[in-house]
């Protein structure tokens, strides 16, 4: 995937002076080794930091190895001062581990006591407001701490984009969408950019774009991708256009950031002037890492991105849409999976997902604006949705935001897309999710979450959370099991 991060991790030994500096470095130097098997590169800092001067050192060692995710260690008990002054001068993503006791023949000389000294750290780090990954368990053997790093470099990706991403949109959201209402002062606490602009700046670089001499390849490439399905190949030279557009406004628009997201209008006056929907533009753009939300949701945008930062995979972004009939539920759910007919729902958006995530796909009209738009005669500009059912795979459906009064909430849940067909039209599957029915009421409903979530196609639940966390998210939903009841739920229903 294109558009983010490469995350070149660094591990920074710590210790107390009071203890043995050979312990934390030997220890160090084990963690390393279990990362070499793992095949996570890692540069060990070869300073241990015991003072501020050696963590002075040990930071101009990290900046110039090109470090920019890091992981301090506590070898032993740990210089709560010098190690979180290294974790705020870094000023990368951070994440603290500590090394439990190797052996109960060597409790003397070779006992470290950093299980007390995470103790310091994290209090420490809470006293100077350094934000900092720490595992549900950070204090292991370093087999298990280099487990914990592997999980640190999804979370780590994650942050450092969002560090260095611009949101781009175009429009004001369509009426009645108040629901993608976007206060963006948190989008600045977590140092991301913010680029609004006209639909009319759209349509002018689009028509700017006409003749361009790239169209022919595009096109080309489109036929390549959509196969059988090129049902509607008259629509092509203009939609690839229009991706040239979006390409080359991204390129042209970046300023000092690294990477890019659209949060675009698609409706209702697109189609009249630009004589098309982009839906299928937007799949592409999100299948090779630049997701493009509909219906200018900018934090639909930004939870997309966090999503494919965790999972390395293009993501989408669906309506949580209607409910399953009975009839499909008693035919092809019960009895073959363990879901009752509350856990599932079908997630649709009129074209928007990468043809990779789908069973199959066509080149169709998009089917809701026709009524309004081309009621009485053949498809025109309602052309350019990707249809097509969602293929199977776990998932997990989430979604970053701003609430109203801008507090930042946010939710996950893992679920799955079913081997069912959904008998239905736009790219569209049939979810389950353990406990849905009362997610849906005391989570999406409760929070006040829009209909918008972002999919990524895997379980990426812990990730998630963590980077939630990472954020300062103080309310995180989750779907609970039977018997935990969420604080709004009537225990007598």
């Not at 130097?29 to 590169?41: F, H, P």
């Not at 900092?132 to 280099?146: Q, R």
């Amino acid at each position: 995937m294109i558009n983010m991060p490469e995350i070149k991790l660094g591990i920074a030994a710590v210790s107390r002076s009071c203890f043995p500096k050979s312990l934390s470095e030997g220890r160090c130097d084990e963690v390393c080794r279990e990362c070499e098997k793992r095949g996570i590169e890692i540069f060990r800092c070869p300073t241990v930091s015991e003072n501020e001067k050696d963590m002075q050192k040990a930071v101009s060692e990290l900046k110039e190895a090109g470090v920019n995710a890091l992981v301090v260690y506590l070898g032993n008990f740990g210089p709560e001062t010098t190690e979180t002054l290294l974790a705020k001068n870094f000023g990368l993503p951070v994440m603290f581990a500590a090394a439990a006791e190797e052996s109960g023949k060597d409790l003397i000389d070779g006992r470290g006591d950093a299980f007390c000294g995470m103790l310091n750290a994290s209090y420490n780090l809470g006293l100077r407001g350094v934000k900092a990954y720490i595992p549900e368990y950070p204090v292991g053997t370093p087999d298990k701490v280099a487990d914990m790093i592997g999980e640190f470099i999804p979370v780590a990706r994650a942050i450092l984009g969002l560090s260095k991403l611009k949101v781009i949109s175009f429009g004001p959201r369509p009426q009645d969408f108040l629901a993608c209402n976007a206060p963006i002062a948190r989008l600045y606490d977590m140092g991301v950019e913010i680029e609004e602009n006209s639909e009319l700046d759209l349509f002018a670089a689009f028509n700017a774009h006409a003749g361009d001499k790239r169209i022919e390849g595009v096109v080309a490439d489109m036929v390549s991708e959509l196969g059988v399905g090129n049902k509607m190949p008259g629509i092509l030279p203009k939609l690839a256009q229009y991706e040239l557009t979006l390409l080359d406004w991204a390129e042209e628009h970046k300023g000092e950031r690294e990477y890019v997201v659209f949060a675009n209008k698609c409706w209702p006056s697109f189609q009249t002037q630009f004589g098309f929907v982009p839906c299928y533009v937007n799949s592409r753009l999100t299948g090779r890492g630049i997701p493009v939300s509909c219906e200018v949701d900018i934090w639909g945008a930004v939870s997309e991105y966090i999503g494919q930062c965790v999972s390395d995979d293009c993501v989408t972004l669906l309506d949580i849409n209607n409910t399953v009939p009975e009839d499909i539920y008693s035919e092809e759910i019960k009895g073959r999976f363990d879901y009752s007919l509350t856990d599932t729902f079908m997630g649709f958006h009129c074209g928007n997902t990468a043809s990779g995530k789908l069973s199959s796909c066509e080149m169709k009209f998009q089917r809701i604006m026709r009524r309004d738009l081309e009621p009485d005669r053949e498809p025109d500009i309602t052309r350019g949705t990707l249809e097509g059912d969602i293929a199977p795979s776990k998932i997990t459906f989430f979604r970053l935001q701003s609430t109203a009064d801008a507090e930042l909430a946010a939710y996950a849940a893992e679920g799955e897309v079913l081997p069912v067909a959904t008998r239905s039209f736009g790219a569209i599957g049939v979810f389950a999710i353990k406990e849905m029915g009362r997610f849906y009421r005391h989570v999406l409903i409760e929070g006040r979450f829009p209909h918008h979530g972002a999919v990524v196609f895997s379980h990426k639940g812990k990730a998630l959370y963590s980077v939630f966390r990472y954020l300062g998210v103080k309310k995180i939903g989750f779907n609970q099991p039977a018997g935990m009841l969420y604080p709004t739920e009537n225990p007598f229903a």
